[in-house]
């Protein structure tokens, strides 16, 4: 079982950075692929970006490719992804994912969520 915590979500204004962290507890969070998805009023909850246990292996999607980066230290059981480049399009509630399995961009394929975080950015 793996409870996630996220934090570090707020109010921006445009083009200004976020870093977000999600914390999990239990002492196996490096075998764990993990994953940050994000859901607007409104829409559908979507993929933001994706690392493997050991963080050697990520991918995003086209929307934050090149403004957002995700990575990982498993020696404090923790994800970040750090947002620059902010837009009023990203104001969202953010969330983690894990699963022990393979990397997916997928989110019913992750078995464990954290209670989500709200990015708002202002133009």
């Known amino acids: 079982q793996v409870q996630l915590v996220e934090s570090g979500g707020g109010l921006v204004q445009f083009g200004g950075s976020l870093r977000l962290s999600c914390v999990a507890s239990?002492?196996?969070?490096?075998?764990?692929?993990m994953a940050w998805f994000r859901q607007a009023p409104g829409k559908e909850r979507e993929f933001v970006a994706r690392?493997?246990?050991?963080?050697?292996?990520?991918y995003y999607a086209d929307s934050v490719k090149g403004r957002f980066t995700i990575s990982r230290d498993n020696a404090k059981n923790t994800v970040f992804l750090q947002m620059n480049s902010l837009k009023p399009e990203d104001t969202a509630v953010y969330y983690c994912?894990?699963?022990?399995?393979?990397?997916?961009?997928?989110?019913?394929?992750?078995?464990?969520w954290g209670q989500g975080t709200q990015v708002t950015v202002s133009s």
């Open positions: 690392i493997s246990w050991s963080g050697a292996m990520t």
């Open positions: 994912a894990a699963r022990e399995g393979p990397i997916s961009t997928i989110g019913r394929e992750y078995d464990y």
């Open positions: 239990g002492r196996t969070f490096s075998r764990y692929s």
